[in-house]
């Protein structure tokens, strides 16, 4: 793939606008409306998540490296998370899971903010699903864009993964713009 066709395809991925999604937590599944926002003057993400019974549930995502871990410990979905995570033998380790999974999503809206790929990042193009992986010594962070429309990718997919645990992702964030704000 060229880095024009890389550059191209990365510009189309929406993270600012409404929409549907669901989020999955090990067996958990969430369905959800959505609004995303991009605060520049502050430097930050906000996504505002409607679960039909729960609420509302936001995150607000540092765009700032140094700031980024502080503020999503605290998060309410987050902690929403957390919360059915019931008495698992490894639910510290899942528990920390979820917090990387938002450190990871606040270091690829970053590089997204500034419409460049992040060079930490492989990106590959596999069956008109456009990827972007980062890879640590624990974890697996993908970003799987498909469905591409007119303007922008139709599905936007994060999965986290702990590499110990296998193939099968630990938390999802599936979202279906229906509108998309560049």
Known sequence: MTPELSQNL???I???????????????KHLFSYESLIDKKKNMFFLGLEFPVIGERQVALS???VETNRVIKNSEITEMLKEHLGERKDKAKIAKAVEEFFVFTSDFLRFKMANTIPPHYNVTLKEDHFLLERSTQSYKFLVDN?????D?????VLKLFIKEYGNDPI???FLIPETCEK
């Open 10 to 12: 990365f510009s189309k």
């Open 171 to 173: 938390l999802t964030l």
């Open 152 to 156: 922008f990718y139709q599905r936007f």
């Open 14 to 28: 929406c993270i600012q606008g409404s929409g549907r999604g669901r989020i999955e937590l090990l067996t958990q």
């Open 146 to 150: 498909f469905s591409l429309g007119k």
């Open 63 to 65: 765009l700032n490296p």
